[in-house]
């Protein structure tokens, strides 16, 4: 079982960077891959950024590439995502997930936060 908690969320300009992050519970955290998703109103869930367990390879949305970045941390169970020249379409619920294979459905994730939300005014 993992319990997954993100924060860091908030109300910023169109331009300016956030910086989410994402505390795992647990002592298996390297097992799993993990990911960054997003929800805006009315839409569905959607995949922004991905990590594999050691970090060696990291996978993105082409709507945020150049702009996002996701890292972690295992020695502190924390996965972040540094998002830079942020978007009025960027404004979302951000949620952090876990799964073993580094899949990018939101149907396949075996572990979810309870979001985080992030308003860009423009």
């Known amino acids: 079982q993992v319990q997954l908690v993100e924060s860091g969320g908030g109300l910023v300009q169109a331009g300016g960077s956030l910086m989410l992050s994402c505390a795992a519970s647990?002592?298996?955290?390297?097992?799993?891959?993990m990911s960054w998703f997003r929800q805006a109103p009315g839409e569905e869930r959607e995949f922004v950024a991905g990590?594999?367990?050691?970090?060696?390879?990291?996978y993105y949305r082409d709507s945020v590439k150049g702009r996002f970045t996701i890292s972690r941390d295992n020695a502190k169970n924390t996965v972040y995502l540094q998002m830079n020249s942020l978007k009025f379409e960027d404004t979302a619920v951000y949620y952090c997930?876990?799964?073993?294979?580094?899949?990018?459905?939101?149907?396949?994730?075996?572990?979810w936060g309870k979001g985080t939300l992030v308003t860009v005014s423009s």
């Open positions: 997930a876990a799964d073993f294979f580094g899949r990018r459905s939101p149907t396949l994730m075996n572990y």
């Open positions: 990590i594999s367990r050691s970090a060696g390879s990291t």
């Open positions: 647990g002592r298996t955290f390297s097992t799993y891959a």
